[in-house]
């Protein structure tokens, strides 16, 4: 009798430390899910890259990893906050978007490249337009009166291609875009503005930086670089807090040595990153309040 009670008294000491539980489970999925904003045209490229991503996590933490593609930039946002994902690549709005339907306390930075402390967006011309280099954003709106010039951003949800060139042209020029050029479209994402500017779809377009320096000579020719922004904070890899912390530090960890595999130099690459650094969900507070204020960016 006294060995059984001791063996019942163990087993309830195991279940209280959180042995086999239902919420050790779900802090400890026996799959994870990693997707990530699509702002690649190329569907095929991203799902070869952020796998190799998948693959690099996955076998740092002895979790099988995949990466889930999305088709849009509210998906990314709506598979994380559902749970449907559990880690996510998000560009500055959608971190804000995620925290705001998630609360900030159900959301953790794993990390963020080191050039997205000091990102730039590049408004980029038609190589027959004739639109030389200006240095700020209320001569470009000058030269655009009486103009029929048209404009396209890349994902209404994109930071670098929508919310910070938006608030810079306002800031500069005094006026929305709208209000300056013929047309204002959404062409989706940053390759996409690059193509549709360099073939003379569109006048203009805002895009990252980092798309563009990635691009072909020839495209770089076709649409020129006639403006940089100021810089910001952008991208992030974000997880669902409830995870819990033991896994999320294993991420993290994993996450800053991706150059010690031949899968994390490879999204280091893809991503034109020399490596992954620590960052603070804090960061990104200041577009949730941003987002909050108004501005005007949909799904």
């Given at each position: ?9 163990t ?19 026996q799959?994870?899910?990693i997707?990530?904003?699509p702002?690649?045209g ?10 190799a ?15 889930m ?5 509210a ?8 749970g449907r994902a559990?880690v996510a690549?998000l ?11 998630m609360?900030?306390?159900n959301?953790v ?13 590049y ?10 280099p200006?240095?700020n ?16 951003f890349?994902s ?16 500069q ?25 360099a073939n ?12 563009w320096?990635?691009a072909?000579?020839d ?8 403006y940089k922004t ?8 974000v ?10 530090n294993?991420?993290r ?6 150059d ?5 130099r490879?999204i280091?690459?893809?991503?034109k ?10 960061e ?8 909050e ?5 949909g799904?």
């Open positions: 009798m006294q060995r059984f009670l001791t063996v019942l008294l087993a309830a000491a195991l279940l209280a430390a959180g042995f086999g539980n239902a919420n050790a489970d779900t802090q400890h999925p799959r994870l899910i997707t990530a904003i702002d690649d190329d569907a095929d490229r991203m799902r070869e890259n952020f796998g991503l998948a693959a690099h996590l996955g076998n740092a933490v002895g979790i099988p990893t995949e990466y593609h999305v088709e849009n930039y998906a990314s946002v709506t598979a994380l906050a559902t559990h690549w560009g500055a709005v959608t971190t804000a978007q995620a925290m705001m339907q609360g900030e306390d959301l930075v794993l990390g963020t490249r080191d050039i997205d402390k000091g990102f730039v967006t408004f980029v011309a038609h190589h027959g337009s004739g639109i030389e200006v240095a954003l209320g001569e470009l709106a000058s030269a655009a009166q009486g103009r029929n010039w048209t404009f396209t890349g209404r949800s994109s930071t670098s291609s929508h919310l910070m060139p938006r608030k810079f042209f306002i800031e020029a005094g006026l929305p875009p709208e209000r300056v050029f013929r047309t204002v479209a959404y062409s989706g994402s940053h390759d996409v503005v690059m193509q549709m500017v003379g779809t569109y006048t203009l377009g805002a895009m990252n930086y980092a798309s320096d990635k072909s000579e495209l770089q020719q076709h649409a020129p670089v006639v100021p810089e910001f904070t952008n991208y992030a890899l997880a669902r807090a409830d995870l819990g912390p033991e896994l999320i294993q991420l960890a994993a996450l800053l040595d991706t010690s595999t031949p899968e994390g490879q280091l690459g893809y991503l990153a020399g490596e992954f650094i620590e960052a603070d969900l804090s990104w507070f200041d577009y949730r309040d941003l987002l204020s108004g501005i005007g960016v799904g």
